[in-house]
């Protein structure tokens, strides 16, 4: 065969396959204008890979954490690798592959993702994994977390998937085709607009009333008064069980001291004639002790299923969630990188102080710090009237920065990260980002006060 011939076949494949290629990109969904965004997990693959501090994790990170705050008050750098409903096992495998970029010196796990303990969606586990280069690690995690009803083909080629989107395409499409659209800095999705929580909002009575100072206060005298009253019951119930031995002792030497006066005859006359009532007695009582056995049983029986429905029954985190927790663990022990657990102060889905229980156990038995944002909302000053933009499930960029800046002290307090400020070429860099935050702000304010509403935004 002729080298002409073998390079216009070769030219021909290479055609073929990038307009292949092309024509899958037009077709996958975008997500452009949604929170979903669609490019969260390319976006990384863009940015200067020096990070100090790395955060893994679902929109609970991405969402109420502002990393230009952790520059501009702590000189701290910083990325967030998140998507929304991201699972643990996608975690792992992101900071697994991040670390072939860059080592940094914490990394920040968000444990709400340990609630789930398989897939939920397909949808969610492509925003996650449609964008990620093509790797080991990508491969583990598509295995990791298709549906039962999904096939690994369809993620290596998703053109399989999306075809019938053909009939479907939209001025969006074309649009995001060739431009592109971050709507993130350093992984960060900020939002200004307002709208407060309410009490109820999402099923609770008072679900953000609880985690107060004068709440958690209010918890800790209960539980003193409890212990106080059970040991003061302890005690009460120790003399009543005296008390009462020593009366049947007094009655039984009284009664003996009468038995020995009377004569022997009497009480044996007595006792012929009395022992037919005795026996309708004896009938009487086991009567009576039966039907008060049954009382009691049903008593019980009422009293469990009373408690029954007034206690929620919480299972513990999934046994699969925490094995990646563990593998996310044994990774940066490895490449020595200090691991932080947060909470963030999302109002939804709960939080049980079950599974709050489960991770301070946990974060003491393998000595990592955590920090419970629910348990710090007086002392940040986050205020749910006006620094959340969805009544409560995520943080507005005002309650952002505060969730940020507890963080950079907290991160500088219990690990000595560098302040960087000084650093001309960093400093650059974090300038720019800065910059590009200050123009998205102006434009989101721009939008509310000419709508009402942020349009181009969610």
């Not at 030219?11 to 077709?27: C, G, K, N």
């Not at 586990?125 to 995690?141: C, G, I, P, Q, T």
């Not at 020595?336 to 909470?343: A, F, G, N, P, S």
């Amino acid at each position: 065969m002729k080298f002409k011939e073998i390079f216009k076949r070769v030219v021909s494949v290479a055609v073929a396959v990038a307009l292949l290629l092309s024509l899958q990109r037009l077709l996958q969904p975008k997500y452009a204008t949604s929170l979903r965004e669609g490019s969260y997990t390319s976006q990384y693959y863009d940015e200067e890979k020096d990070h100090q501090v790395l955060m893994v994790g679902d929109c609970e990170l991405y969402e109420n954490f502002d990393p230009i705050t952790l520059w501009n008050n702590y000189g701290i750098t910083s990325y967030i690798r998140g998507n929304a409903q991201q699972l643990t096992w996608q975690s792992y495998y992101l900071l697994k592959e991040a670390l072939k970029y860059e080592k940094p010196e914490v990394v920040v796990f968000n444990v709400m993702e340990l609630s789930s303990d398989e897939p939920e969606k397909e949808e969610y586990n492509r925003l996650v994994l449609d964008n990620m280069k093509w790797s080991k690690e990508k491969v583990d995690a598509i295995n990791a977390s298709m549906m039962e009803d999904e096939e690994f083909i369809d993620y290596l080629f998703p053109i399989l998937r999306y075809h019938s989107r053909i009939t479907e395409l939209t001025s969006e499409d074309f649009d995001y085709y060739f431009k592109g659209k971050n709507n993130t800095i350093a992984g960060y999705y900020m939002r200004m607009d307002t709208k407060p929580y309410e009490v109820g909002a999402w099923g609770d009575e008072n679900y953000v009333g609880k985690y107060t100072d004068e709440a958690l206060a209010s918890k800790e005298n209960a539980q003193e008064e409890s212990e106080n009253e059970e040991q003061i019951a302890n005690t009460d119930e120790a003399e009543e069980e005296w008390s009462a031995e020593a009366d049947v002792d007094e009655a039984e030497e009284e009664w003996s001291a009468e038995a020995d006066v009377e004569e022997e005859e009497e009480w044996s006359a007595e006792a012929d004639s009395d022992e037919g009532w005795s026996a309708e007695a004896d009938g009487d009582e086991s009567s009576e002790e039966e039907w008060s056995a049954e009382a009691d049983v049903e008593e019980d029986e009422e009293f469990d299923d009373e408690s029954d429905e007034e206690t929620e029954e919480v299972e513990p985190l999934g046994e699969n969630s925490m094995h990646y927790l563990d593998l996310i663990r044994t990774l940066c022990e490895e490449n020595d990188i200090e691991l932080l657990l947060v909470k963030a102060p999302s109002v939804s889905p709960k939080w049980y102080d079950e599974w709050d229980e489960e991770i301070v156990e946990y974060a003491d038995k393998y000595n990592l710090n955590y920090i419970n944002y629910l348990n710090l909302v007086d002392e940040i000053g986050i205020d749910y009237t006006t620094d959340t933009y969805d009544e409560g499930l995520h943080m507005n960029y005002q309650g952002a920065l505060k969730c940020a800046d507890y963080l950079g002290q907290y991160l500088t307090e219990n690990y000595n990260l560098k302040d960087l400020c000084l650093d001309k070429e960093i400093s650059k860099v974090w300038e720019e980002k800065a910059k590009q935050q200050e123009e998205l702000k102006e434009a989101q304010l721009q939008e509310l006060d000419k709508y009402g509403e942020l349009r181009s935004y969610k």
